[in-house]
């Protein structure tokens, strides 16, 4: 499809597990962002990757979140030791350039913590 | 950091009707974006203003970006169906960090048949 893919769509994991998720961005696009969504939040803006720059990872809650972005295309959110609060949708998104203008989602990952 | 107040929350409307919605924020802001979110789906980009004053339409859909660029409503014209979801309003950081998105908390549309 030429829409921003995530996998997977729900992941179900137990407390102190590891996670791993995965986005494909547009064909084309430069800069990939990752948001989380928690219930009755809005959206949280966490890492934000740009053609070989170093990503902006301001927005991570915790040093158990990290990300990457090979090739300049994928890539993946990882949190360790997952903990209850951790649960949530995470959304990526990409863009054609940055400047924050018209990012396209993906259909995000329902992360559930037991 | 900036904050967006999109108004109202919820809105239970009937089929035809039209819909209002708005969202303020503390700051300046040089985009304004409009997302529709849909039970299990990311949010889709409806609408982008760039500039102060501009109103702009994407079918039964109008937006205008506010004169003092810290405001922006979004209208829905003759609700169907299928409008129901959550509507968000967003807005790019300011200077180097124009990348980061800003949302509102949405406003959730629920349109009777």
């Known amino acids: 499809g030429a829409g921003v893919s995530q996998s997977p769509s729900n992941k179900v994991t137990e407390k102190g597990k590891d996670v791993e998720l995965r986005c494909d961005p547009i064909s084309g696009h430069t800069a990939l962002y990752w948001y989380r969504q928690s219930l009755g939040q809005g959206l949280e803006f966490l890492i934000y990757?740009?053609?070989?720059?170093?990503?902006?990872k301001s927005g991570l809650p915790s040093d158990r979140f990290s990300a990457e972005r090979t090739g300049g295309s994928v890539s993946t959110l990882t949190i360790q030791r997952t903990q209850q609060e951790d649960s949530a949708v995470y959304l990526c998104?990409?863009?054609?350039?940055?400047?924050?203008?018209?990012?396209?989602f993906g259909p995000g990952t329902r992360l559930t913590v037991l | 950091g900036q904050q967006l107040n999109q108004s109202p929350q919820s809105m239970f409307i009937q089929e035809g009707e039209d819909v209002s919605m708005n969202c303020t924020s503390s700051s300046i802001f040089n985009t304004w974006l409009w997302y529709k979110q849909e039970p299990g789906e990311g949010p889709v980009l409806l609408i982008a203003l760039y500039k102060a004053g501009e109103l702009t339409s994407n079918g039964r859909l109008t937006a205008q970006f506010g004169i003092t660029r810290k405001d922006s409503f979004l209208n829905i014209s003759a609700s169907i169906p299928s409008d129901v979801g959550i509507y968000f309003c967003a807005g790019p950081g300011s200077g180097g960090s124009n990348y980061k998105l800003t949302f509102g908390k949405g406003t959730l549309l629920t349109v009777n048949p």
């Open positions: 998104a990409s863009s054609f350039h940055s400047g924050g203008a018209e990012q396209f």
């Open positions: 990757f740009q053609g070989n720059s170093a990503p902006d």
